[in-house]
């Protein structure tokens, strides 16, 4: 007879519970990016001049995503810690504050976007592709506004571990998106064919659609009763809205960090041609899809360690993090095993130009081999947020994607005339230097700190 192993049952019940998480979190995200692959598969069946733009235009739009994300990544840690102290009752300030600051970046990102052409011009991106660019990001930035919005609503159910409505409003929104963006960028029911522009004009859409769609349900179901979201009106806090920042401003520095890494090399690969772009955008929507799957799980990560840390748990802060980042390891052996084995016909999914096709295949396989470091990083990092620990990975980050990685790619691509290719084995090289060190600061973190039950504290941890 075996014997029994309490450490067993702990192991099991934790990823049970993270998997449980986890899976509505992956479809939402998947269908978030569902946004963009709808986006480029219909572009590239318009034009491959289309598509050059939209993936130009979505490199742009994709900074003010991660900046507004990446603030209101404060809100589901704040959330879950409160929520495993028992003390739901504050969860209402946190929201009305987080609401304040959602306003206010999604404002600032509106004209950020709309003022992007100076950045256009910097880059050096194909002339013939200008035009065509700016109108996509005049019309996607009446979007940003909702995409803030729609992020605090995300991270107050993300943070109550109710993850399941994530996934139903962002396979809605792709309900709608798919027919939209069909009529607007083909040109059907008597409306002039769009390109680009009714490409951003169908996503700006949609992303209000799915905003006021979300927040009426948290309004009317009952999960979200007794936490007194809208009991009172308040003005803005600048304590709490400060609070938010101070966990907030590092993730965005650090999503813009990586994100950056990416953007900055599909607009230095806009500079080589169109078919390079499009190749580009072909490989990266592929990765970027598979990404959404280990982002889910850190998000999962997150929570289940802000509830180890509200409740004091510190044995239960190892088990969320290690059985978090174990599994994201395993669904990363999936992805990495399609990308270098049916790259072709990944490829052929996108786009019907055969030269398009051989260069996507190319870096489709180097997408592969960056799998696992890209996984152990966004998973590592999900357990540091969920210890509310965002000022060193961000510096990890920003030194291993711009110290090393983009030095790296830059001098591959120009210098020894690699190319695209070049540029991707530098985003290789800077995920698997942080992929090392978000790695073991969590693990030095979750053997040497200690925490105890937010109950016993007045104030939540900064």
Not at 174 to 196: D, E, N, R, S, T
Request: hydrophobic share 55%; aromatic share 10%; charged share 10%.
């Amino acid at each position: 007879m075996k014997p029994y192993r309490p450490e067993r049952v702990r192991l099991a019940h934790e990823m049970r519970a993270t998997v449980l998480l986890a899976l509505p979190l992956i479809l939402a995200q998947l269908a978030a990016m569902g946004s963009s692959v709808i986006d480029t598969v219909l572009a590239g069946h318009v034009s491959a001049h289309v598509l050059g733009a939209v993936a130009v235009g979505t490199n742009i739009w994709s900074l003010a995503i991660v900046s507004g994300i990446g603030i209101m990544m404060a809100v589901p840690p704040s959330v879950a810690q409160f929520d495993g102290a028992g003390r739901r009752l504050e969860v209402g300030a946190v929201f009305r504050q987080a609401l304040w600051l959602a306003l206010g970046m999604g404002v600032l990102l509106w004209f950020a976007v709309r003022h992007a052409a100076p950045l256009i011009d910097l880059i050096g991106v194909t002339p013939s592709l200008r035009h065509d660019v700016q109108r996509f990001l005049l019309a996607i930035s009446w979007g940003a506004p909702a995409l803030t919005c729609y992020f605090v609503l995300r991270g107050l159910s993300e943070g109550l571990s109710l993850t399941r409505p994530s996934m139903y409003f962002g396979f809605g929104g792709l309900v709608v998106l798919v027919p939209l963006g069909y009529v607007l960028m083909f040109g059907k029911l008597g409306i002039p064919p769009q390109g680009a522009h009714g490409c951003g004009v169908a996503t700006a859409i949609v992303l209000w659609l799915e905003m006021l769609a979300f927040g009426v349900y948290v309004l009317c179901h009952r999960h979200y009763r007794g936490l007194g979201l809208l009991d009172r009106f308040d003005w803005p806090d600048l304590r709490r809205i400060g609070e938010l920042l101070h966990i907030g401003l590092p993730m965005a520095v650090t999503l813009l960090a990586e994100a950056g890494l990416f953007v900055a090399t599909g607009l230095i690969i806009a500079t080589l041609g169109e078919s390079v772009v499009a190749s580009h955008q072909v490989a990266i929507n592929v990765a970027s899809v598979f990404f959404m799957i280990p982002l889910g799980l850190a998000m999962a990560i997150t929570v289940r360690v802000g509830n180890a840390v509200g409740r004091g748990d510190e044995r239960g802060v190892r088990y969320a993090g290690l059985c978090g980042i174990g599994l994201t390891l395993a669904t990363q052996l999936f992805s990495a095993t399609l990308m270098l084995c049916l790259p072709h016909y990944i490829a052929m999914l996108y786009t019907h130009d055969p030269h398009v096709i051989t260069l996507a295949v190319q870096l489709i396989m180097l997408a592969g081999l960056f799998q696992f470091s890209d996984g152990i990083q966004v998973a590592s990092n999900g357990a540091l947020r969920g210890l509310k620990d965002t000022r060193v990975p961000m510096a990890i980050t920003l030194f291993a994607y711009w110290v090393i990685g983009m030095p790296v790619g830059w001098w591959l691509a120009f210098h020894h005339g690699m190319g695209a290719r070049g540029m991707w084995i530098g985003l290789i090289s800077g995920l698997s230097v942080a992929a090392v060190m978000l790695f073991a600061r969590f693990w030095r973190s979750a053997w040497k700190q200690r925490w105890r039950p937010l109950s016993q504290r007045m104030t939540a941890p900064a």
